[in-house]
C-alpha cells in the first residue's frame, strides 16, 4: 500500500505594483522573506529613471544613462516581473487587473505608484503646455527637453522656474535645480538669469541654500517668495509668460513644476482621501481605507518623514516585514525609520538632511534630525557632494543590484 501523498503548501501571492525605489526594495526585501512568498513586481516600463541626481542632468553635469536602472536582478533573483499597467483593483476580490485584461490575485498588496502632476491645477497648464514648457519632474524625456532648451538659450536669456506648494515629491528638489541651473548660467550664459517663482514663503533646507546662493550666484538667482508675489496663477504656453498675482514673467526658457497627488492606480484601487493622497496605518503601511492593501513611496500619506528616494527605500524594508508577519497570522512590529536626502548647490558643494522616525499618535513622527551645518568650510561642502554620488551608487545598487 502506497504512502500518502503530501501535497506541498500553495504559494502566497504578494503582489507589488510599481517599481520605483518604494516597490523594488519592497519586492527585494519580500522575497528576501522567503518561505512561501510568491512575489510578483508589475512595472509597464523597462526601465527606471531615478530623480535623485536628474537635476545635474537638466544642468548638463550628468547623462540620462546614469539615472536608468532595469529589472534584469531582481528576475534573477525569483521575483516575477510583469510588464504591465495595472488599471484597476478589486480590494474585495484581492485582484490586479493589467491593461491586457488578464489579473493577479493577491493575498496582500503592495502600492507604490508614485505621483501624477496636476495638470487641472493651473490654468494654462496641460500636457500640451508641458511640451512647451517642461516640467522635467517625471520621464527621462522632459529632463533632455529641459536641458535641451537651456542649451539652446542665448547668452543674456531668462529662465523662469514655478514651484507649488507643498506636499510634492522631493522637497529640496526645485531649490537643488534652481542651483544647479545657476551653475549652468553662470558658466555657460554669464549674462542669463533664473527667476524661481515659489507658491511658499519656506522651503527644506532654506537657510543653507539661500546662504550657498548669496555666496555663488548674486547675479543669476532671484527667488520670489508667495508673500513676494511668486505664486503663479496662469500659464500662457504661446506667449512663454507665468502670470502671479503682482505681474508677469516672461522667459525664454520656463519650467513649470505642477502640484501633485498619487498616482491613478491609487485612485481606481480607492486608497486616496480628499488631500489627494493615500491614508495609511504608520505601523504597517496598511490602507486605512481598503484593508489588503499597503501603501508605500511618494503617494502615502507619511506624517514628518518626507517624499524622498531613500524614505521610499526605508518604508519598502518596514512594509515587507509587516506584509511577511500578516501572512503568516503575526502583527507587525514597531519600527525606526530614516531617511537622508543631498542637495546639490554646485558641482563641488553639497548639503544634507537627515532624520529618524518612528510612529504615534496614528502618523510618522521625528524623533530626531541633523542638517549641514551652517557654516562650514569648502572642504566640507566638496565632502558631502562625493557623499551624495556614494550615496545615490550604494542605494540603487541595493534595490536594482
Known sequence: MSAP???????????????????ASCARELQRHGGRLAITLVEPQPRFTAFPFANAVVAGLRDLELQQFGYQALARDGITVVRRRAVAIDSQARRVTLDDGSTL????????????????????????????????????????????QLEAMEDGGIVVMSVPADPFRCP???????????HFLKTRKPRSKLIVLDAKDTFANQHLFQAAWKALYPRHLEWVSLAGGGKVVEVDAVGSILRTERGSHRGSVINVIPPQLA??????????DRTGWCPIDPVSFES?????????GDAAITGAMPKSAFAAHA??????????????????????????????????YGISVAGIYRPANGAL??????????EAPPASRRSEARHAEAWFQTLTRVVFG
Not at 501523498?5 to 516597490?23: C, D, K, M, N, S
Not at 517625471?138 to 536641458?147: E, N, T, V
Open 5 to 23: 501523498q503530501v501535497l506541498a503548501p500553495r504559494p502566497i501571492p504578494i503582489v507589488v505594483v510599481g517599481g520605483g525605489f518604494a516597490g
Open 105 to 148: 490575485a493577491y493575498a496582500r498588496l503592495v502600492v507604490a505608484p508614485g505621483i501624477d502632476l496636476r495638470f487641472d491645477a493651473l490654468p494654462g497648464y496641460d500636457r500640451a503646455a508641458a511640451q512647451v514648457m517642461p516640467h522635467a519632474w517625471k520621464g527621462g524625456r522632459q529632463i533632455l527637453a529641459l536641458r535641451s
Open 172 to 182: 529640496p528638489g526645485p531649490y537643488e535645480r534652481a542651483s544647479l541651473i545657476a
Open 263 to 272: 498616482s491613478a492606480i491609487a485612485h481606481a484601487a480607492g486608497i486616496v
Open 288 to 296: 486605512s481605507l481598503q484593508p489588503g492593501i499597503h501603501v508605500i
Open 315 to 348: 518604508q519598502a524594508n518596514v512594509c515587507a516585514g509587516a506584509v511577511a508577519s500578516l501572512v503568516r497570522g503575526l502583527a507587525p512590529v514597531d519600527h525606526r525609520l530614516t531617511n537622508t536626502s543631498y542637495s546639490l548647490v554646485a558641482p563641488d
Open 365 to 374: 513622527t521625528e524623533v530626531t534630525g541633523h542638517t549641514s551645518a551652517a
